[in-house]
């Protein structure tokens, strides 16, 4: 089976810098995706590491570490609109992703 | 290329009852899977279709049910709803369906309210 573990809240102020980190544990690992939902809208993919470092796609950054079953979405120069719900998800081969329970993330002036 | 796309909206059901929703991919992807959120459990995965066969399936009970159709296009029934069915169901596309490497496109989902 997957599981994955990530902070249920998450504030931090406009301009600021935060990590979103998530454990996982899965019988198979084909890499983590990260994904953002605003309140009342779709998620959409953020991010994907397939190998352990650092993915940077402007303001947002997302690090894995495989062999600690690890990793962290980090935002930069954090604005209002960032403010939303962050998951974290896996998939196993399986024809399925597995999500996280998501983290809120609030963003405050 | 137009999004994913999902109808209806919204649906108010009472307990008993069946209800059919429906999903229709971005153009030229032949993955389709559904998902429930709620609350408290999160986005949890109910089934994947693939060129009309169902590749995979989530711990959900038999009153979930789906199907592909040869365009893609994908429904999903429950049936006999349940109080615990009401939840947001979301849809969502890719090229393959394979794993975490390939990204899932979702349509702004179905709110089911079950009274």
């Known amino acids: 089976g997957q599981s994955l573990e990530q902070p249920s809240e998450v504030t931090a102020v406009e301009g600021a810098i935060v990590q979103i980190n998530c454990t996982y544990q899965?019988?198979?690992?084909?890499?983590l995706s990260w994904y953002q939902q605003h309140d009342g809208g779709a998620p959409t993919f953020l991010s994907y590491n397939a190998l352990d470092g650092l993915e940077e796609t402007g303001r947002f950054s997302s690090f894995l570490s495989r062999s600690d079953s690890y990793g962290y979405l980090l935002l930069q120069e954090l604005q209002m609109k960032d403010s939303a719900s962050y998951f974290c998800a896996t998939g196993a081969g399986s024809y399925q992703l597995t999500f996280g329970k998501g983290t809120k993330l609030s963003v405050i002036p | 290329k137009a999004g994913v796309t999902q109808t209806p909206r919204y649906l108010i059901k009472t307990r008993g009852q069946q209800v059919t929703l429906s999903c229709s991919p971005i153009s030229g992807h032949r993955s389709v899977s559904w998902y429930q959120q709620t609350p408290g459990q999160g986005l949890q995965f109910l089934f994947e279709y693939f060129s009309e066969t169902q590749r995979n399936k989530g711990n959900f009970p038999g009153r979930f049910s789906g199907r592909q159709f040869s365009n893609s296009r994908s429904e999903m029934n429950v049936s006999t709803l349940e109080l615990g069915d009401s939840a947001l169901y979301l849809c969502a596309s890719s090229a393959q369906g394979q794993g975490a490497s390939n990204t899932q496109y979702f349509g702004p989902g179905t709110r089911l309210t079950v009274l």
């Open positions: 899965t019988s198979g690992f084909y890499g």
